[in-house]
């Protein structure tokens, strides 16, 4: 990923873990070192949402700088935090079990963005949907 916006959509179970690795990249792909910065991710409903559904920063454990030379690190959103996000039980869409089957479940759309904060300046990462699938087993 370049240090310039990349819209990127995520798929995530309502009470299932979460969690992805990202690593920064300049222009050229060259990693960019983060070991001093942090990052900060909120989803809300939608973009003029007054409160986030969910904050994850690097100062709350939920972002984690695993290897900040290289500009690697991993976000991870708990069972419990994505069962509290909701979904709209009356929408349903097509989720592909495998070649042969389908099956209908209901999805809730949310909005995300993911910012990173050196000394100077704050970069939005990455941006996009977050798509939460309904959970049937609790």
């Known amino acids: 990923m370049s240090l310039l916006s990349n819209k990127y959509d995520i798929s995530m179970w309502q009470g299932s873990t979460f969690g992805m690795t990202v690593q920064v990249l300049d222009s050229n792909n ?51 935090r994505t069962a509290n996000l909701d979904v709209d039980l009356s929408t349903l ?11 209908k479940i209901p999805r809730q759309n949310y909005v995300y963005d993911l910012e990173l904060i050196t000394a100077n300046n704050v970069t939005k990462i990455l941006y996009g949907t977050v798509y939460v699938f309904g959970e049937v087993t609790r």
């Open 30 to 80: 060259v990693s960019q070192n983060i070991s001093s910065d942090s990052l900060r991710m909120q989803i809300r409903s939608t973009y003029d949402a007054a409160n986030a559904e969910e904050t994850l920063t690097t100062s709350n454990g939920e972002i984690t700088i695993t290897d900040g030379a290289n500009g690697t690190f991993h976000i991870e959103l708990s069972a419990p």
């Open 93 to 103: 869409v097509s989720v592909k079990l495998s070649e042969t089957s389908s099956v």
